[in-house]
């Protein structure tokens, strides 16, 4: 079973994720049947944090006393290297983030991804479940913490600016070396996913290709929600669309 790092995860966890991308030519890139894939055969995306879009991941201090000590000078690298051994998969506890819809889920024509977290848990006994901290200053680890080096790497990558407060963000962070990053962690046992929120822009062209790939997938409890705008108000409505 993951361990759980205080304080405990919602009951649902959520990713925001694109379904089309610019290559570095310009191209355009599906990514929708990567999607359906990672849904179909039960497992996460996983990033290294050098690879997520914060220039400040990792970003952490020694404590003076810390930093005095024999070991000291060794820290940082040590610490960092453990970080880049590790997969990172990023979550928000809510699916109604507007911000969140514009930034990660393609300009809201993208999809935002319910899981259970219960199922989560129980599936990936290599990983454990942290809150991101926001703060105006970097994290700083103690003499303590600085022993054992996964747990610092855990603390340094839990804590962001304060600026990116708006994600309300949780993360998945796996044992160094247990995936290789950037790649797939597999979920075992039950399908964690429970549901599909489409965007408000997401074409009616890919929301049935979601239908059609999502045919005969194991977990039968998977739900489609497609958003309307509701008078008056700056809210959408989430209305239940058959499979």
Not at 26 to 36: A, N, P, T
Not at 43 to 57: A, I, Q, R, V
Not at 126 to 154: G, M
């Amino acid at each position: 079973m993951a361990r759980i790092v205080p304080p405990n995860p919602p009951r649902r966890l959520y990713r925001y994720r694109q379904l089309h991308a610019k290559d570095r030519d310009g191209s355009s890139k599906e990514l929708l049947q990567r999607e359906i894939e990672a849904i179909r055969e039960n497992y996460l995306w996983c990033s290294s944090f050098g690879k997520l879009n914060d220039p400040m991941e990792g970003v952490f201090g020694l404590t003076p006393t810390a930093a005095r000590a024999p070991d000291g000078p060794l820290v940082p690298s040590e610490v960092r290297s453990v970080m880049e051994q590790m997969g990172v998969c990023c979550f928000s506890d809510t699916h109604e983030n507007d911000v969140m819809w514009v930034h990660y889920a393609g300009e809201c024509r993208g999809i935002c991804v319910e899981y259970s977290t219960h199922d989560l848990r129980d599936g990936l006994p290599d990983a454990c479940a942290v809150r991101v901290q926001y703060d105006v200053q970097a994290p700083t680890i103690s003499v303590d913490e600085s022993q054992n080096r996964r747990e610092a790497a855990i603390k340094a990558l839990s804590s962001k600016k304060a600026d990116w407060h708006y994600e309300r963000e949780w993360r998945l962070l796996t044992k160094p070396g247990a995936v290789d990053v950037p790649g797939s962690l597999k979920i075992r046992g039950q399908n964690p996913v429970k549901g599909i929120y489409f965007g408000f822009r997401t074409e009616l062209e890919a929301i049935d290709v979601f239908r059609r790939g999502l045919a005969g997938v194991r977990n039968d409890s998977i739900k489609l929600y497609r958003p309307t705008l509701i008078d008056r108000i700056y809210k959408f409505q989430w209305e239940e669309i058959g499979r």
